[in-house]
């Protein structure tokens, strides 16, 4: 009898070792199966498409001018999409932002607000009592900048409206929403085997400053988002965030709409390949004239076409 218990409790032991060991296994199968799917999807994407309905993909990037006639819906003057985005990263509600394209490094928003400057403030002199001061002098005093009216000794500029005028001049110079009227886009153009059609799957958008409005005469980048957070912000905002249908006003849409739609257009700057050249920077290495390169940008949207008519065979 004894032995028969001996054997019922190391059966039970065994049994118990058994369960928590299958638990154990079955949670570490779940937890690589949860692993496994998440990789099927982008998590930059607003709708993922699953990699195992992917026939074919391929990364491009497009310069995005605001002021041309085409994407001036855009950017209605008090309504510009870059003056929406500005507005929630200096809000906070827009809180990730990227230095580049891989989406990430992070930029804090003095770093952005840096990068949104003109001008730098200038230095003047601080104003002392002591000192003879003339006409159009600028001096710094509590925090502000004065210009002299008339020459003058001891007239504190804060008091002395006669001697002295609060002036702007040398204040930091900030550039404008309106100034930043050019987009990257960086989108996915997947052919979606199931479905059995080709998706815009844009991922994320630069903010520059075109070389027309900067000093040095170069596009200046300010910062990288991601459109799926910027999708968002156009959706809670849908009085601020409208395309305008200089047409009729009656279909007016919102930004994210107008960007489904695909009415926006943007010239092909780079398709991905192994070395992250531009199309330009390919055709300068090879030692092809600038005009060759902008045909290419051309020949290489007639190419994605085609790939897009011989894929609807599938």
């Known amino acids: 009898m004894e032995k028969k218990f001996v ?3 190391l059966f039970s032991v065994a049994s118990v070792f058994a369960f928590a060991q299958a638990e154990v296994e079955s949670t570490e199968v779940n937890q690589a199966f949860k692993e496994e799917l998440e990789e099927q999807y982008n998590p930059n994407s607003i709708n993922p498409i699953p990699l195992y309905e992917q026939h074919y993909k391929v990364r491009v990037w497009r310069n ?3 002021m041309e006639k085409q994407n001036k819906g855009f950017f209605a003057k008090n309504g510009e999409i870059s003056k929406l985005i500005i507005d929630a990263i ?5 809180v990730d932002i990227y230095a580049s394209d891989s989406l990430t490094t992070k ?3 003095d770093d952005f607000l840096k990068g949104m400057r003109q001008e730098d403030a200038q230095l003047f002199a601080t104003w002392e009592p002591a000192k003879d001061f003339f006409t159009d002098d600028i001096v710094t005093y509590n925090g502000k900048n004065y210009r002299s009216l008339q020459d003058s000794k001891g007239a504190n500029p804060e ?3 006669e001697n002295w005028a609060v002036t702007q001049e040398g204040k930091a110079l900030n550039f404008f929403p309106s100034d930043v009227s050019l987009l990257q886009i960086m989108e996915d153009m997947i052919f979606d085997r199931r479905r059995s059609r080709l998706y815009y799957d844009i991922q994320a958008l630069q903010l520059s400053v075109p070389g027309s409005k900067t000093k040095v005469g170069f596009d200046k980048s300010l910062a990288w988002v991601k459109y799926k957070d910027v999708e968002k912000i156009f959706r809670a905002h849908p ?3 409208v395309w305008f249908n200089r047409q009729n006003t009656a279909q007016n849409k919102n930004f994210a709409d107008a960007i489904l739609l695909r009415l926006m257009w943007g010239h092909i700057v780079k398709v991905q390949n192994p ?3 531009t199309i330009n920077e390919i055709y300068i290495a090879n030692g092809r004239p600038y005009r060759e390169a902008v045909w290419a940008t051309e020949w290489m949207e007639i190419e994605l076409m085609e790939k897009e008519h011989n894929l609807w065979e599938f």
């Open 107 to 109: 930029m804090s928003k």
């Open 90 to 94: 200096i809000s906070g509600e827009l």
């Open 275 to 277: 070395d992250n050249e």
């Open 239 to 241: 009085k601020q965030a």
């Open 64 to 66: 995005v001018d605001l």
């Open 7 to 9: 054997f019922a409790g």
């Open 159 to 161: 008091t002395s409206t």
